[in-house]
């Protein structure tokens, strides 16, 4: 699997944008860059997937660089529910992909 | 729909014994995953159904662990002579196959936390 790199930990003050970033380069060009978070004590949770171009859903928004290498997670405005581990993961278009791998993401911390 | 359920959320149990996890997935996904997760560290993954069939698993789960999705529904997952490295949260995960296309979210349940004494 192609893997991920993303920094342990990062701090944001609550109401400005937060912007996580993720290495990936050995992506390949069928793969889709997915993010998860996990809140404290509970499973991870999706957040928002792209193969090219920038998405935007009501959680996040997530900017791809054009040669796919890296990509960035973008929170428009913390609020102390976003404090919460973020998980950069690559899945391939095949559709009979099953695992993720997950590395050990960013803790996100907001202070009020 | 509630989402992925899990039983039990806690297991204390002492080395050496046997422990069995149950997951519920959202009705009608058709993929149901395993993984784990210790302190500090992403998800593991650790085996994967397709309906019934047991498409892929990983190297971690040695031959004391054992999984079965008998129904196509809910999975269960066993632990044989626990050992305290298998102290983890385990987490079971669901998501549908989409016909044509890659897009396959997984939702994630609450998992269980398993202590081995």
């Known amino acids: 699997d192609a893997k991920t790199t993303q920094p342990n930990s990062m701090e944001s003050n609550e109401e400005e944008p937060v912007h996580l970033p993720c290495n990936h380069s050995?992506?390949?060009?069928?793969?889709?860059i997915h993010w998860y978070r996990q809140l404290p004590s509970q499973g991870p949770e999706y957040v928002i997937h792209?193969?090219?171009s920038n998405v935007n859903n009501r959680m996040a928004s997530l900017a791809i660089a054009e040669d796919r290498k890296s990509s960035t997670l973008i929170l428009h405005r913390a609020t102390l529910r976003d404090a919460a581990v973020y998980y950069c993961?690559?899945?391939?278009?095949?559709?009979?992909?099953?695992?993720?791998?997950f590395g050990d993401g960013t803790t996100l911390t907001v202070k009020p | 729909d509630t989402g992925v359920s899990q039983d039990p959320r806690h297991k204390i149990t002492k080395r050496g014994q046997n422990v069995t996890f149950r997951c519920d997935p959202i009705?009608?996904?058709?993929?149901l995953y395993w993984y784990r997760q210790t302190l500090g560290q992403g998800p593991e993954f650790l085996t994967y159904?397709?309906?019934?069939?047991?498409?892929?698993k990983s190297r971690l789960l040695s031959d004391r662990f054992s999984a079965e999705r008998p129904k196509g529904s809910f999975s269960t997952l066993e632990i044989q002579r626990t050992e305290q490295g298998d102290s983890a949260m385990y987490l079971c995960?669901?998501?549908?196959?989409?016909?044509?296309?890659?897009?396959?979210?997984?939702?994630f349940g609450p998992g269980t936390r398993l202590t081995v004494l």
């Open positions: 995960a669901s998501s549908r196959r989409l016909a044509g296309g890659p897009f396959n979210e997984q939702f």
């Open positions: 050995t992506i390949s060009g069928t793969d889709y």
């Open positions: 792209g193969l090219t």
């Open positions: 993961i690559l899945r391939p278009m095949n559709t009979n992909a099953g695992k993720s791998t």
């Open positions: 009705s009608e996904h058709n993929r």
């Open positions: 159904f397709q309906n019934e069939a047991q498409l892929e």
